[in-house]
Each structure stands twice: as structure tokens, then as C-alpha cells.
């Protein structure tokens, strides 16, 4: 039943999630078992841990939640191998010798900590927590440093670096706000002055050093120069979009990251446009909207990234717009990241998009071979990853849209060389990257038309290769020829055997019957065009 479960919900991740990324981090895993609070997910190994964490916590989240009715909290289990973890009970009966908490992997989201376990006769079960609550974050910061942290979680340092500035950061997670109980024991509503104790968010490995300039981002990388340099002089607010991965959340963090270290009196707020609204929603029902305001309207630099986000939500969008009017009008900084330009986001107030367009608005496109070398060669050398030019070029060659998935190659290949005790070649790159770059197109035969078909008008398989002539059939049987024609090499006599016919004008009847049906009725051509998607898929 679990299986079933967890069949559903890689189903509907695998919409989700773009291709390479599910097949690589998502098809992996496996449930292991689940209660009503919480699900062990089973993965792989180390890298597995920190870059679900990273970057697909939410959206895991986010099916489950939909798919068993209730928002469970996760945990990501190192598996020796399938077969042993799957004997793991429940998590909370696991015999515990140590458990350490250390700092949450995240980007531009709340993401929450990671738990060590020693488990009994498991040599080792490492646990991720889905977790949402900052106590945690901040017992975090006095953890001892584990030997496997220091690999799977780098951002340790950011924690005691972000300490010591005057940065001020949201105190809600996307998660928190709908759940009293969480937010009793994460935000007793700590003094501003004290908010900075429980910063996070500003990763110190996004800088200006650190990020690779090429055509396709040079405008918003000098913007963000400029910005960083003289803030609310020249660009303001300066308004950052492109697709996902391209490095806008680095550019933001960069401009932070350089301010902090040149002014650290600066007070900088980063977040999600997410992120703001949960707070607000928090405030609002807690009725501590004057508190929100002071914080959100006495900073000097206001970073909000996927602004996008709360395209339809208008009392977010006020709200957001007097917070604006407020910086601007007191000369201070905004930069805002979106994935398309202002006069894309959907439904959003008049006021608020021109106001995104009266500073600059600088695009990030996805990066040429050259570049993305170089990035690939950079985030190596940043890790003490030793990467032979050819591996870099293989990687850079199969993947070209987005950056994240560059980078979750090499953790792959990193991954492996590691545990197999092997230097990086290009053969053993060939090999950890197969399953991602297998392009072998998929066989198609009349059986897999035949399924689909099926399947789509939920008639039996077997009546499709019968003679019957019930009307349910004619035409799903009738698509079916037709596809077989145009989708594989067989002749009209072979194909109309399969349906258990004798006569090759069978299939020749039926190709012209759907052709003409097609012509006069839309809804069909879409129907049609749908399960050819499918079948080719
Ligand atoms: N030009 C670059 N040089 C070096 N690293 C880069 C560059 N662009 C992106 N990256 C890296 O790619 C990863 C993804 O970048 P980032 O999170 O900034 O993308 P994004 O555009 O904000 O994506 P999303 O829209 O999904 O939020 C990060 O690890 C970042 O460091």
C-alpha cells in the first residue's frame, strides 16, 4: 500500500519536476515507511540528503500533503542498500546513540535541519527533518561539527558569519504559518533588536567572486555591481528575471553578502515573496501587523526573491505595495527577482507593476557552452573537486538550460568518485550520468499504442485486439490503427493484425476516418495530440 502510495506520488513529482532532475534525485528514493505525522523517505546516500533538502524539500512536501490528506513531516534515510532499509521501523523506534543537530540546508526557502543517527545494527541511518522550526535552526548554530556534515551541509559557516551582522530576516518559514502549535514555539516574538540571532537565508557562497559573467547575464550582473556599490542611486527598485536556475537568487545574495561585508550596520532583509506573505497572513491573524510593518519598512535593503508569487493575491500585493512606497520614498534599496518581466506576471495591481518598471529591469539568460564550462569549472574548484577539462565539457555539452542541474551533475559525479574511491575521469562520468543522458528514444510498438489508447478511454486492452464492433470501441480501436501507422514502420497488414484483423483497408479506413474526424472536431485533435505525447514520452 505504501508502494502504491509513493507510485502516486513519484507520478505526480515526475509532472512536477523537470526530467533530468526527477530521474537523477526523485526516482531514487523510496518510502520506507510512514504514520500518521511522519514519512521515512529512503535515499542513496549523503548528497542525496543535502540536495533533496536543497532543493526539492517543498515540493515532496507539498504532494504528500495532497496525496494522504495531511501535511506529514519528512525524513530522508540513508539506505545502505534497498533491501536492508526497508527493514527500518518507524524512525522514532530507532535506538539512538547521538543525535546532532546541524545547521538547515536551504537556499531561498526555509528548509529545516538535519539529524545524525547511529542506528543499531544499521550502520548508519542519517535523517533529514522536514522541519520548520527555528529553535531547532538555533540550537543548530552550537552543534558539533560532524565529519559528514562538513560534506553534505556547507553552510555551517554561514550561521556563525550571518550572526555578528545587523541582517534581519523573516521570521516565518512557508510552513510555520498555518500551525499555531509550530509558531507558539518558533516565534515568541522576539524583540527587533534581537532578530538577528536567528538570521539565515544570506548563503555566503553566493558572491559577486563566485558567479560566472557572460553575455547572457552581464547586464543584471553589472546592475547588481552598481546596486551593491551605491545603493538607491541608480537603479531602484532593480528588477532581475529569468528562467529557473539561472542565478538570480545568487545575484541577490551577492549584493547582500557584499553590503554586509562592507557596511555590516546595513540591515538587509532577504526572502521569498513566499516568505513575506506567510508572515504577513501570521501577523494578520495574530494581530501583530504594526510589528510587521516596523520590520518590513525600517530596513535599507529589501532582496525579495520570486516577487512572481503573489500574482492574484491582492492583500499581499497592498500590503507589498506600501511597503515599497515606504522604502522608496526613504531612499532605500529593493531588488526583486521574477521569472518572467513586470508586464508578464499575471494579474497583478497596475500600481505595483509600474512600480517594478521605474528602476531597471535586467534579464538572465540561459548560459552558452563556454560559460557554462567555466561555472562547472568554478563550483569544482570552489569544492576541491579535482574535474578534468573533458568531464566538464561532456557535462556542459548534455545539459543547457539550467545551472542547478549543472551543478547536481558534478554532486552526482562527486558523489561517486568518493564512495567508489575512484579519481573523476570521463568514463566514470559516462557511467554516473547514464540514466540522465539515456536519450534513447523509446521503442514504440503497436502493443504500447494499443495500451495507451486503452488506458486513455478506459476500455479493456483485450477488446482493442478483437473484432467487436460495439460503438464504445470503433473509435478508440479506430485512433489506435492510426497511430500505429504514423508512429511506427509496420505495414497496414501487419498492423491490422494486431487488432485482430485480416483485411489491410481496416486500417486504411480507420487512418481516413480519424483524419476527417480530427479536421472538424478540436477537442479530438487534442485528444489526439495528447496520447501521441504519451506514447512517444
Ligand atoms: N553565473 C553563475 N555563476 C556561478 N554559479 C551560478 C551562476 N548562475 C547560477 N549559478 C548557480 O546555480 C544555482 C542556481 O542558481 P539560483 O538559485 O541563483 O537560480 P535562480 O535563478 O534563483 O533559480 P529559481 O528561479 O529556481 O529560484 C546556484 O547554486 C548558483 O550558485
Same mark, same amino acid.
Given at each position: 500500500m505504501q508502494t502504491t502510495m509513493w507510485g502516486e506520488v513519484l507520478a505526480k513529482l515526475e509532472k512536477r519536476i523537470n526530467r533530468p532532475s526527477f530521474n537523477t534525485?526523485?526516482?531514487?528514493?523510496?518510502?520506507?515507511s510512514m504514520n500518521q505525522k511522519k514519512v521515512n523517505i529512503g535515499v542513496p546516500d549523503d548528497v542525496f540528503v543535502y540536495w533533496l533538502g536543497e532543493h526539492y524539500v517543498n515540493v515532496i512536501v507539498d504532494t504528500l500533503t495532497e496525496t494522504l490528506g495531511f501535511q506529514p513531516e519528512i525524513f530522508f534515510v540513508v539506505m545502505e542498500n534497498a533491501v536492508h532499509a526497508a @527493514?527500518?521501523?518507524?524512525?522514532?523506534?530507532i535506538p539512538r546513540k547521538r543525535t546532532t543537530m546541524v545547521t538547515p540546508s536551504q537556499?531561498?526557502?526555509?528548509v529545516g535541519a538535519l539529524e545524525i543517527e547511529d542506528a543499531g545494527s544499521l550502520s548508519k541511518v542519517r535523517v533529514a527533518a522536514q522541519p520548520d522550526r527555528l529553535t531547532k535552526t538555533t540550537n543548530s548554530m552550537e552543534a558539533p561539527a560532524q565529519p559528514w556534515a562538513e560534506r553534505i551541509a556547507p553552510r555551517r559557516d554561514f550561521i556563525s558569519r550571518v550572526q555578528g551582522h545587523d541582517i534581519l530576516a523573516s521570521l516565518s518559514s512557508d510552513r510555520s504559518f498555518p500551525r499555531s502549535d509550530t509558531t507558539k514555539n518558533t516565534n515568541p516574538d522576539p524583540p527587533l533588536s534581537q532578530q538577528?540571532?536567528?538570521?539565515?537565508?544570506?548563503?555566503?557562497?553566493?558572491t559577486f567572486d563566485s558567479y560566472v559573467v557572460g553575455d547572457s547575464n552581464r547586464l543584471a550582473h553589472d546592475a547588481a555591481l552598481s546596486v551593491a556599490a551605491q545603493?538607491? @542611486?541608480?537603479?531602484?527598485?532593480l528588477f532581475i528575471y529569468g528562467g529557473v536556475g539561472l542565478g538570480k537568487t545568487h545575484l541577490l545574495h551577492a549584493i547582500g553578502n557584499h553590503l554586509s561585508n562592507l557596511a555590516p550596520k546595513t540591515k538587509i532583509l532577504y526572502l521569498s515573496a513566499e516568505q513575506f506573505m506567510n508572515e504577513m497572513v501570521l501577523s494578520i491573524r495574530e494581530d501583530r501587523m504594526a510589528r510587521f510593518r516596523e520590520k518590513y519598512r525600517n530596513i535599507d535593503l529589501l532582496l525579495v526573491d520570486d516577487?512572481?508569487?503573489?500574482?492574484?493575491k491582492e492583500r499581499t500585493q497592498e500590503e507589498f505595495f506600501h511597503t515599497f512606497n515606504t522604502l522608496y520614498q526613504a531612499r532605500k534599496q529593493i531588488i526583486l527577482t521574477s521569472d518572467c518581466p513586470p508586464k508578464k506576471?499575471?494579474?497583478?495591481?497596475e500600481q505595483l507593476r509600474s512600480r517594478f518598471e521605474w528602476g531597471l529591469i535586467a534579464d538572465i539568460q540561459a548560459p552558452d557552452l563556454e560559460m557554462r564550462i567555466e561555472i562547472l569549472k568554478k563550483k569544482a574548484a570552489s569544492q576541491q573537486i579535482v574535474l578534468p577539462d573533458d568531464v566538464a565539457a561532456y557535462i556542459a555539452k548534455k545539459i543547457h538550460s539550467t545551472i542547478r542541474e549543472l551543478e547536481g551533475c558534478l554532486a552526482k559525479i562527486r558523489a561517486y568518485s568518493t564512495f567508489a574511491q575512484q579519481q573523476i575521469t570521463l568514463e566514470l562520468a559516462q557511467k554516473v550520468l547514464y540514466d540522465l543522458f539515456d536519450t534513447t528514444p523509446r521503442k514504440i510498438t503497436v502493443e504500447l499504442v494499443q495500451q495507451v489508447v486503452a488506458n486513455h478511454y478506459q476500455v479493456d486492452l483485450s477488446s482493442m485486439k478483437s473484432s467487436t464492433r460495439s460503438r464504445k470501441l470503433a473509435l478508440p480501436r479506430q485512433i489506435a490503427m492510426y497511430l500505429a501507422r504514423e508512429l511506427t514502420n509496420l505495414s497496414l497488414s501487419d498492423i491490422v493484425r494486431y487488432f485482430?484483423?485480416?483485411?489491410h483497408t481496416t486500417v486504411m479506413y480507420a487512418c481516413r476516418k480519424v483524419e476527417q474526424a480530427q479536421a472538424n472536431d478540436k477537442t479530438l485533435r487534442e485528444k489526439i495530440i495528447h496520447i501521441r505525447a504519451l506514447i512517444i514520452a
Open positions: 534525485w526523485i526516482r531514487p528514493t523510496q518510502m520506507l @527493514a527500518v521501523p518507524e524512525t522514532e523506534n537556499t531561498h526557502r526555509e538577528h540571532q536567528v538570521l539565515r537565508e544570506l548563503n555566503p557562497a553566493y545603493m538607491a @542611486a541608480n537603479y531602484n527598485p516577487i512572481q508569487f503573489i500574482a492574484r506576471i499575471p494579474t497583478i495591481a485482430g484483423g485480416r483485411d
